[in-house]
């Protein structure tokens, strides 16, 4: 009898190795053209189709960076989705993490001339759930999160001097947290308070996996599906947006990619880079070395670990 048991449970084992082997890669679509007109197309090649209040999470800049998404490039999508661009302040001083002067940044990148934008923690903030609490125990958002129904997660892949790189992922973590919530992550649940969350950012994995929970919290907190992400490859430098000054950029735009996956869409995109042809205009040296020093591939792996997607992904170019 135990023979037969043995046996059932190693056929059974085998299935499940078997399904899991044969899941199906998500689809990540990509275009060459960065325009207006095809990230309106590239949105609507994921046939998801938004509901309710809709936020466009996107990085407004820091005063006197010039890589951010610009209005005129996202103009067409807000528009077609009738979202709301929603932004929260900074835990690192610069030029948003005071109220009045992330108005003021917003104002002087054009936003606020087109598009309705909102900081969600402006007023107030609150603490949602996070699955997995190996480090930080809920994740801190801007309190106007919970106006919305259906969020579009538009981000601008870059390099960045903490995580490696800043793509959809950080967008949805250190991006929707409020101040506190941005310091809570960075020291990985130690302290909510700043400037004292910055004696606290090592070890980095934890930094990296406290980002990957909060990220899959804020799509638990909005419900499966009711996030679509895009990831826009142009002015990629070694820093992010959150750099007043950063390096210019030594690659050649790539294009735009998205995807229902987050984490397919991010190890996209980090492939991308890595197989950049090294010739006269594209040197991807740095920005691979700063990936590689900060470990920020390890978001990728970590969100995988946590169930928010796979990094198995087919790239379906148009």
Known sequence: MKKILLTVCGICLMTLAVCAQQQEASTVYFTKNISPESLVDIYKKLGVEPHGKVAVKISTGESGGNNYLKPTLIRN??????GTIVECCTAYGGSRQDKEKHWETIHEHGFDSIFKVVIMDEKEEMKIPVRDTTWIKYDIVGKELKQYDFMINLAHFKGHMMGGFGGVLKNQSIGVASTAGKAYIHSHGVTDKTPECWRYTRPQDAFLESMAAAADAVEQYMGKGNIIYINVMNNISIDCDCDAHPAAPEVQDIGILASTDPVALDKACLDKVYGINPDANNNPTPLIKRIEKQHGG??????????????AYKLVEF
């Open 77 to 82: 999508l807000v528009e077609e989705t009738k």
């Open 298 to 311: 390890h978001i990728i792996d970590y969100a995988e670990k946590i169930g928010m997607g796979q990094k």
